[in-house]
């Protein structure tokens, strides 16, 4: 009795005829299914899974393990990182919303690499997420007496999120990066803290990696680059990625914080809505 919606099965034709965008956060597979007939109905589309970030359909059913439903519109689908991928999203009829890690991972990344400042042949990429980001299915590793008071890695070597984290380097920099990537997960709701590790490409000073990182996200009002080493609670509740960089014994340390419920979920969809509608990209988010 508290709200007066009526729950109705889905129909995409229904759908299309009433909305002008739709924010899909059905799971990977299920998501391409409706967002088919919406985009070829003409109604635009925020899918926050997994189905349309990546560059093939044979990578997808590699790591996804199943055959992609709609394989013609992969590869081709804006990717919604508005720090990277902007201009092309305000005309796109389909953006992929990015995973969390990817998106702590390559803000981080990307300057230094395109710019030829880090060999993209040897990153490793240590992510640490609030148990949020394993999802909302109960399974033993996220149930309370297993994962508080506990930090644990997982999918080492085998986490879906290694290739869309290499593809988009790749899309964004234009260099062919081999990223070895372990996620973990910490006792806390929500955040994540990602370490990337890589060699410096040239003789280069901590300063110029730091000019780099500021050059690359002037005016982007999301990203702060920042000289203390970030840590999630700064993030915490916003669509903020704080990064910041040293150079230790030859290695170039970055590390990442955001929210991966905000600027690696929903707050990043906000902001690709408010690319595709027109809207100042801070609305609603600042």
């Known amino acids: 009795g508290r709200l007066d919606l009526t729950l109705q099965n889905l129909d995409s034709s229904m759908v299309a005829a009433r909305c002008d965008c739709v924010f899909s956060c059905l799971p990977h597979a ?94 490793i990429v240590d992510s640490k997420s609030g148990v949020s980001g394993a999802g909302r299915t109960p399974k033993l590793t996220t149930h309370f ?37 372990t996620p973990h997960l910490i006792p806390m709701d929500r955040g994540i803290l990602t370490t990337a590790y890589a060699r410096p490409a040239a003789d280069v000073s901590e300063d110029q990696l730091f000019d780099a990182l500021q050059a690359a996200y002037r005016g982007k009002p999301f990203v702060r680059v920042v000289q203390h080493l970030p840590a999630t609670k700064d993030v915490a509740y916003s669509n903020f990625c704080d990064i910041t960089v040293r150079l230790v014994r030859g290695r170039v340390i970055l590390v990442s914080c ?27 988010l600042l």
Not at 258 to 267: E, P, V, W
């Open 258 to 284: 955001l929210d991966n419920l905000i600027k690696g979920a929903a707050g990043a969809a906000v902001q690709n809505f408010n690319l595709m509608f027109g809207f100042p990209e801070t609305t609603a």
């Open 145 to 181: 007496p297993e994962c508080n008071e506990s930090l644990s890695a997982y999918n080492v070597g085998g986490h879906r999120h290694t290739p869309e984290i290499d593809q988009i380097l790749r899309r964004a920099t234009g260099k062919s990066p081999t990223v070895v990537f």
């Open 30 to 123: 299920a998501s391409a299914e409706i967002v088919k007939p919406l985009v070829d109905g003409g109604t635009r589309v925020v899918d926050f899974s997994a189905d349309y970030r990546l560059d093939d359909a044979d990578t997808y059913a590699q790591w996804y393990g199943h055959t992609h439903p709609d394989p013609q519109r992969v590869g081709s689908t804006v990717y919604g990182l508005p720090e990277w991928f902007g201009d092309a999203i305000p005309s796109a009829k389909l953006v992929a919303n990015p995973g969390c890690y990817p998106t702590s991972a390559i803000l981080a990344l990307a300057p230094l690499m395109k710019s030829g400042l880090i060999d993209a042949a040897d990153v």
